[in-house]
């Protein structure tokens, strides 16, 4: 049986994971939600003026009302800035189980923010909602995503092979899962 609790304020060693406001306009333009680099790698639109990510935040806090909604603003502790975002954006209550989708800002990139937050992520989700399963994807190419991962301890199911259509190109999507039972202390920290 899942425990919805909606999305809480979650503090790691580095980061504060909490709901979205509208003072992130700024730094969520000047980090990350305009940049397409990093919008590209998790298949988002690339949002270039304060009234496109205004009308973005109206969803996201519109949102919060419901206690199966989880969102996060990625909060880089030491700069008190919004470096990104995280969510359980596919949650199955029938089956219990969630999927885990997360950027970090290019400036933030490869210091284990992202390794971070995705670990906090499962033991809310574990610890706190009572998912049985939590998966996560990647698209083949970001290998930066596929360390990720694998250091949170995800297991690779397989691939769905030239789901995305990017550019010219078909690109495949990796699937990964962990199960609560294979949720570990040594995974935790």
């Known amino acids: 049986m899942l425990n919805h609790q909606g999305t809480e304020i979650i503090e ?31 298949s988002e639109p690339v949002y270039s003026t304060k009234d496109e990510v205004k009308e973005l935040l109206e969803k996201y806090i519109k949102n919060y009302e419901k206690e199966d909604y989880y969102r996060w603003a990625i909060i880089d502790r030491k700069e008190n800035v919004c470096i990104g975002q995280i969510a359980f954006f596919l949650v199955d209550n029938k089956n219990h189980f969630a999927e885990i989708e997360y950027c970090v800002g290019r ?23 009572n998912f049985h399963r939590i998966q996560i994807c990647h698209k083949e190419h970001n290998l930066a995503s596929k360390a990720v991962i694998l250091k ?28 609560k039972n294979e949720w570990n202390t040594s995974n935790k920290s």
């Open 152 to 179: 949170c301890g995800f297991n690779f199911e397989g691939g769905l092979r030239d789901f995305f259509f990017m550019g010219d190109t078909y690109v495949t999507r990796m699937y990964y899962s962990l199960l």
């Open 12 to 42: 790691t060693e580095r980061l504060l994971l909490r709901k979205f406001k509208y003072s992130d306009t700024e730094n969520m333009l000047k980090y990350w939600i305009s940049d397409p680099a990093v919008q590209h790698m998790y």
């Open 107 to 129: 400036d933030f990139q490869g210091k284990g923010l992202a390794t971070e937050a995705a670990r906090a992520l499962l033991n809310f989700g574990f610890g706190k909602v």
